[in-house]
């Protein structure tokens, strides 16, 4: 076990963003479960955000490209795990701070209640914090994001949704 | 036990991947430009389920995902009859995505405890996704529900037309013992169609719609009949109804309705067998 060349790998991953939101990493986002190094050979195991994101090809792509190119690495394996099962929890609070300055508002903080099939807590608009906002959508452009409208400011916004 | 296991595996995988594609049908055609938006991201959220699901084969057997979803020939497919049925009007998509999403959750809420541990993760993964579904399916009914008679007597006839062919996406499994016995699926499709009929219907009496008549699949005739107010065309649609029971996805038996979804979801893999997507 290289313990040197996995700190290496994990700072290379931080320089991996996720395609669809370029501000924030996948290690900010808590998509990287694990990193195991052992001579020249490294193994990444992945978590994917939403079982259907059309990203994931491209994350894992752009991880075998920047672990790759860190030196000392020969191979690399990246994995894909359901367990656990990813999180809005699992981002980082740098993460949450950076979703709110790109424009997406971060998602409800703890964890979700399965059964809780109640509309979501009201998201605190991205723009001008205001709290006067309103669900228009429970989905949007992309699996993870639902859309709202801010009264306050006028605008609507995107919030990251919360799992 | 690994038989089994693909056995159940592509009847999810199927589902997700039919209803999936006639969601997304509304791609551009919904009534309101959100549900254009909602629709189109929940046949994206079902078709990727379905992705993993074959990735969950291909582990199993070696099956390439693209080929599993678009490289079989009709019987080949196990989803159940509900889901290739063509998008009709609003309300019987609502109400179609309400019965579907609803006995989802109930089989991956069992599926949370299946012994085979890939599928048993991605149950809980899914659900997690799939709760979004619910929020959504939930709150059209019962908006629509509660508003005035023609929504309330769509949505009535609607659920006339799904109801039993939403009972029939627990029929037994092919290899259904082993799937049971293996502890693949903890508890057998009948015990899980028995939970779902008690939620939905639970659910009806909540959102103020006739629930009782809907309780069996004999019965759904004789409701369609009695919805339609009119002696002779109640017979015609009796008839109908009797060819159209919804009975036999399961066992690769499909209406007419499937063989167009097929030809135009598979018509590019057709072409190009060994293209990358």
């Known amino acids: ?163 | 036990m690994r038989e089994a296991l693909v056995s159940l595996v592509t009847a999810l995988a199927d589902d997700e991947l039919i209803i999936g594609h006639r969601h997304s049908e509304w791609t551009g055609f919904a009534p309101h430009i959100e549900e254009d938006v909602a629709f189109s991201s929940i046949a994206q959220d079902e078709i990727g389920h379905a992705a993993a699901y074959y990735s969950l084969i291909a582990e199993a057997t070696g099956a390439s995902p693209d080929r599993m979803a678009l490289g079989r020939q009709p019987d080949d497919y196990r989803h159940a009859v509900l889901c290739e049925r063509p998008n009709g009007d609003w309300s019987y998509s609502l109400v179609r995505h309400w019965l579907y999403d609803t006995a989802d959750d109930v089989r991956l809420e069992a599926l949370q405890e299946s012994a085979d541990a890939g599928l048993a993760a991605l149950a809980v993964k899914m659900r997690r996704e799939e709760r979004y579904h619910l929020l959504h399916a939930n709150a059209w009914i019962k908006r629509v529900a509660e508003g005035p008679i023609e929504g309330r007597t769509r949505l009535i006839d609607a659920l006339g037309k799904c109801y039993p062919e939403a009972l029939a996406l627990f029929d037994s499994l092919e290899l259904e013992d082993s799937i049971v016995d293996n502890d693949l699926l903890p508890c057998s499709s009948s015990e899980l169609r028995a939970r779902f009929a008690q939620r939905a219907t639970s659910e009806l009496d909540d959102f103020g719609l006739p629930a009782d008549i809907h309780r069996d699949l004999d019965n759904s005739a004789e409701f369609l009949a009695s919805s339609s107010g009119d002696l002779i065309a109640s017979e015609q649609e009796a008839l109908t109804t009797s060819s159209r029971s919804g009975i036999g996805g399961r066992a690769g038996k499909h209406s007419d309705d499937f063989k167009p979804l097929w030809d135009e979801m598979t018509s590019t893999h057709r072409l190009h067998p060994d293209a990358h997507w």
């Open chain 1, 1 to 163: 076990m290289s313990a040197t060349l996995a700190d290496a790998v994990w700072t290379a991953l931080g320089d991996v963003m996720d395609p669809e939101i370029p501000a924030v990493s996948i290690t900010e986002m808590g998509m990287v479960l694990d990193v195991a190094a052992e001579d020249k050979d490294v193994w990444v195991t992945i978590l994917p955000t939403f079982t259907g994101c059309p990203a994931i090809d491209v994350i894992m792509h752009d991880v075998e490209q920047a672990v790759a190119g860190v030196e000392g690495v020969e191979t690399v394996r990246v994995k894909l795990v359901y367990d656990p099962p990813w999180s809005t929890e699992r981002i980082s609070s740098e993460g949450r701070t950076k979703l709110q300055q790109s424009g997406l508002a971060p998602p409800a903080a703890g964890p979700v209640l399965i059964t809780d099939i109640r509309l979501p807590a009201v998201a605190v608009c991205p723009f001008c914090g205001g709290r006067d906002t309103a669900n228009e959508n429970l989905f949007g452009p992309t699996p993870c994001r639902a859309i709202y409208y801010c009264r306050s400011c006028r605008n609507p916004f995107e919030q990251f949704k919360q799992v």
